[in-house]
């Protein structure tokens, strides 16, 4: 069985969480918090007529909500206006499910499958999960990319007609590369709900391998709150 591994670095604060570094194994970082309120109720009462819905401030100050929905809405609207101030976009997502893709059916690209994330420029994934299921994080030791399993990668050249030259330029195009697959007995770390992280990407500059997540498979009837950057 896989040992568990230094993976996430825990603190207590906002300015530790976006001053400290990655290092050696350590690529997803946490804000540990305890938030008071009711964010089922701002689920329960914000309207929805899509798989997937961006939440903006004036939609959560339009609800009438009790004392801890207030204390929920106040929680979620001062996340989002700290993160701005960083310069980011956060997006406050109402999620009932993502879309699956079935482009390739022996080869899933969608967000329920296990996978890093990448960008031209360094910056870093930040999420936090409010309600509902949450995401999980995978130790890189207890994974392997996709492409490199021989019956995947026999898989994906058949769907190449071109050059050998060109494949791996296909597996990037399509994002082949960035999925991939848990080993026998590996221990998916669920991310606490509230809690703030901030997960390493592949980019240029990084030093540390980028962290490998998924999202939940959502419980029967039961929407996520998700505030992304």
């Given at each position: 069985m896989p040992h568990k591994e230094n993976q996430i670095h825990c603190v207590n604060n906002f300015e530790d969480f976006i001053s400290t570094s990655f290092y050696e194994k350590m690529n997803a970082i946490c804000w540990n918090r305890e938030l008071a309120g009711d964010f089922s109720e701002i689920v329960n009462k914000l309207e929805s007529n899509k798989n997937i819905v961006e939440i903006l401030p004036d939609d959560l100050l339009k609800l009438e909500l009790?004392?801890?929905?207030?204390l929920a809405?106040?929680?979620?609207?001062?996340d989002l206006k700290t993160l701005k101030n960083l310069g980011t976009s956060p997006t406050l997502n109402l999620i009932e499910f993502y879309d699956r893709d079935d482009s390739y059916p022996t080869f899933p690209t969608d967000v329920y499958s296990f996978h890093v994330d990448r960008s031209p420029v360094p910056v870093d994934t930040i999420l936090c999960t409010y309600y509902g299921a949450s995401s999980e994080i995978l130790p890189n030791s207890q994974a392997v990319q996709k492409i490199q399993i021989p019956e995947i990668r026999d898989e994906l050249k058949k769907l190449h007609?071109?050059?050998e030259e060109d494949f791996e330029t296909f597996l990037s195009d399509h994002f082949f590369d960035l999925h991939y697959q848990e080993i026998p007995e590996s221990q998916p770390v669920t991310l606490k709900l509230g809690d703030f992280y901030r997960l390493a990407i592949d980019h240029p500059e990084s030093k540390v391998l980028p962290c490998i997540h998924r999202a939940p498979k959502e419980k029967n009837g039961e929407k996520r709150l998700l505030l992304i950057c």
């Open positions: 009790s004392e801890q929905g207030q809405r106040n929680i979620l609207l001062e007609d071109e050059s």
